[in-house]
């Protein structure tokens, strides 16, 4: 059996000739040849040549045996050269051959030929050859083609080499051992059940009732109270893992104080700590410490590097009074470690996502390592009359960076062989620069009776008609001065027709961008490059398209899209969502498309549709997403009533 194959050498003729030569390639013990040698004439005793060092051998060292379309064998030794034609024929060839080529052995060689003269009324000529160069000094590494015959290889005739080794790998082990790899582990501990909480006191516990971990009766005490969970524990992290010495997140969830004594002297230390101790001892933790001092109260950001949580460290941080322990707000608080920097974050109470820090403290220390508990400790090194109640409410979560294994799931196949799918790249994933789901009204309207956002149903309606007030109305969001590529962007919206159309006129109306907001209305020149719906539904109109102005009023004070660039008859289904897209490809290239189903799904009848005319490098600085309805050419009868939902803008960028 041999190993791979790989390509070891390919010679090309670039114009007319009897020889072809590889070139010196890397020896190897298992050789392929295919070569295709088109003719413009006679080929007649086309030979191969082999040499070891870079020399050919064109001595009388080889021998072979052929056969020509199955006829009997013919013979010839102590010959120049290998032939892979014996006849003369007015064709090209096609060439196959495979040698043995080992060291210290006599080179085997066999060879399949195919010899087409040219038209179908002529069968292709076949010859077989086997036989040897007699060498045995080396290996060969460098091969000759050559033509007898009063014809030539004509240009563009070409030799491929491929090699193989002969050593074999092996697919069969005794073991086999689990890929791993680095991944953010994430677990959570909503409290509903107790998974493992050691209290050595009846005043710390874990409240079924309550899904907390309940600090019923914390006191200031010689006599250390303490709780904690081990977080190599089955249901946080598993056995031997411990918290990383360079990435984790941990959220304690809600923090409740449910009685605070009015003359204070209580202390709280919620700590991830690399071992279980009381809060006079040196120890190595992370500590979100909340005490109740007599004067005031502090909530601290504190790291112990082989210190304790009383005396005074460098590495202490305060939050403002604002969230000290108190009962009537309760807070989130979150611990980020990046290293030797640990953030300390609170955020409010029904931020479940801590998405939003109210505040953040950063310690920095070094040695802090193999932290395993998240353990709760009172101030054990005095004694103090008061006491307090507070709460832990559910919704602990720890994101760890740990060495995980990459193995498939016990039962499944997992053997070494390659059964990777090979995937063409499409690019990152194309964020949309705004996106506007219309829960909130940041649009400007000129007369919201005929266009504006309904929050209540999140989207932008309109009834676009031409009659009375009507007239020249139009709604915009600003995305700012110069938020809008002069080359390439896409805008998508859903399109709900309610009613409408079909009989009169004046309800055509625009979708897009445009230069100038609500106060430039159809019959103003300006630069926009929108969709346009010319008299909706109407029998023998209904035309849309793109409308590109170019410092230009619109097609007859905005009847119509673009000729050229629209579609007539458009006839869309009322109260089913069309899919838009508009976007700039290039400084003088507009693209709209409209489908039924999906992005990219099922287009409408004429769709894409381009403009190349109006849309030029000239036309820039738009700036509002704008609908606009048709205007200053008197009172129309048509209406059109619908809505856009669920706006995308991507700036810079074709997706």
Known sequence: MVGTWQRLAHASLSSAGDTINTGDFTPKDNLKIV?????????????????????????????????????????????????????????????????????????????????????????????????????????????RLTNGGSGDFEAGSYITVWGASGDVVSDEKTTLADATGTQNVTKTDDLSTDKGWTSNSSDFTYNATNDSVDLATLRRSTTSQEIYIDLQDSDYLGAGNNLSDSSFTVRFGKIRWNTIPSGGGVTANIMLSKGLQDSGTNQYTVNLQQILNSSEAITRARANSNTNNEGNSTHVQSFSSTYTPNTSNIYRWEIVRDGNDFAFKVYAENDSSYSTPLET????????????????????????????????????????????????????RYEEIDTRKIYRYLGAETTPTHTETFTADNWVDSDSSCAGVQTNNNRLWFNANNGGNNQDDSTVYDLGAGSVSDTQWVLRWEYVRLGGGGSGNGHNHTFGLAKNDQTYHSGDSTDAIMMGWGEPQNSGQSYMGIQALNNSTGNSNGHFPTSGSRVSGINLTQDQTYYMELKRESASKATFTVWSDEYGGTALSGFPLSNTSEVASSLADLRYIKWQNRGGDGNRSGTSDGYIENVQFYNGVVP
């Open 35 to 143: 070569a295709n040698l088109p003719s413009d004439g006679v080929l007649d005793n086309c030979k191969l040549f082999v040499g070891t060092g870079g020399s050919i051998d064109t001595g009388s060292n080889y021998a072979f045996r052929h056969s020509t379309d199955g006829a009997g064998d013919g013979t010839n030794g102590s010959i120049s050269g290998y032939y892979f034609t014996v006849t003369t024929l007015d064709a090209g060839v096609m060439l196959t051959a495979e040698i043995i080529n080992k060291s210290g052995k006599e080179k085997l060689i066999q060879s399949h030929t195919v010899l087409a003269a040219t038209g179908a009324g002529t069968a292709p000529q076949r010859t077989e050859v086997i036989g040897k160069w007699v060498n045995t000094s080396g290996q060969i590494n460098t091969i």
């Open 361 to 412: 403290k950063t310690v920095t220390a070094t040695g802090i390592t193999d932290l395993r508990y998240i353990l709760i400790t009172n101030d054990s090194e005095q004694n103090h009359s008061n006491t307090a109640d507070m709460e832990i409410l559910g919704d602990i979560e720890v994101i760890n960076e740990q060495s995980v294994s990459l193995a498939p799931a016990a039962g499944t």
